[in-house]
């Protein structure tokens, strides 16, 4: 019986050993603490990566151009490479928001291109409200989705095949706008100094 429970108290040791590297484990180690500083120089390394005005167009994706569109999205790619992995919650969200803008491109023009013409697009969102990333995420939900689908079919180049390619397009439209304004958030928390992509490119902006 004695044996018995020194076992069992044996055993409660040993769980209660266990249960932080079971957490650890199971959630990974908690994300460094960042500076102001660092998250300003990430923010840095980033826009040290671009190599092209064409960059500014991120914004406006998907574009037209099918030449622009492959040079854009090829940019995106190396910028993420280039800056590689990061600390701050505002990079990494930046980060998110590029690669985000790529899958959208890609998946547009895998997609979407014969049945969303501009003449289609002007039609959806006369009916049911742009997609520009104004920061008011709130008017991507199912009601206005639905709004959106039902104008889809009814354009002249569209089928029943393009509403689920134009679901998944709406919410990856969606998710730029959340993380857009949680970039926002996050580079105001770490107070850092935003510049202009463009401003990049010409030799007197910081003079």
């Known amino acids: 019986m ?10 409660h040791y040993f769980l209660i050993l266990l249960f932080p590297l079971v957490v650890v484990g199971q959630w990974g180690t908690p994300p460094p603490v960042v500076t102001d500083q660092q998250c300003q120089e990430e923010y840095d390394k980033i826009l040290g990566c671009i190599r092209t005005p064409l960059f ?23 910028v993420l490479d280039c800056s590689g992995f990061l600390n701050c919650n505002s ?14 491109s890609d998946h547009f023009h895998a997609t979407l291109p014969e049945c969303l013409t501009r003449e289609a697009e002007w039609s959806l969102f006369n009916q049911c409200g742009a997609l520009e ?4 995420c709130n008017r991507f939900n199912k009601s206005n989705l639905k709004c959106h689908t039902t ?10 095949e393009h509403v689920k ?24 928390r770490h107070h850092i100094k935003v510049k ?12």
Not at 91 to 104: A, Y
């Open 165 to 188: 390619p134009y679901v998944r397009y709406y919410w990856a439209a969606r998710s730029t706008c959340v993380m857009a304004h949680q970039w926002e958030l996050e580079m105001d």
């Open 196 to 207: 202009r992509i463009g401003d990049l490119f010409n030799p007197l902006a910081f003079d």
């Open 91 to 104: 990079s990494r969200i930046l980060q998110s928001v590029f690669f985000n803008q790529r899958w959208i």
């Open 2 to 11: 004695k044996q018995r429970k020194k076992y069992r108290k044996m055993f």
């Open 133 to 136: 990333d104004d920061f008011n």
């Open 151 to 160: 104008e889809l079919k009814k354009q002249p180049n569209c089928t029943w």
């Open 56 to 78: 500014t167009k991120f914004d406006d994706i998907p574009l037209r151009d099918l030449n622009k569109t492959q040079e854009l999205v090829n940019e995106i790619t190396h």
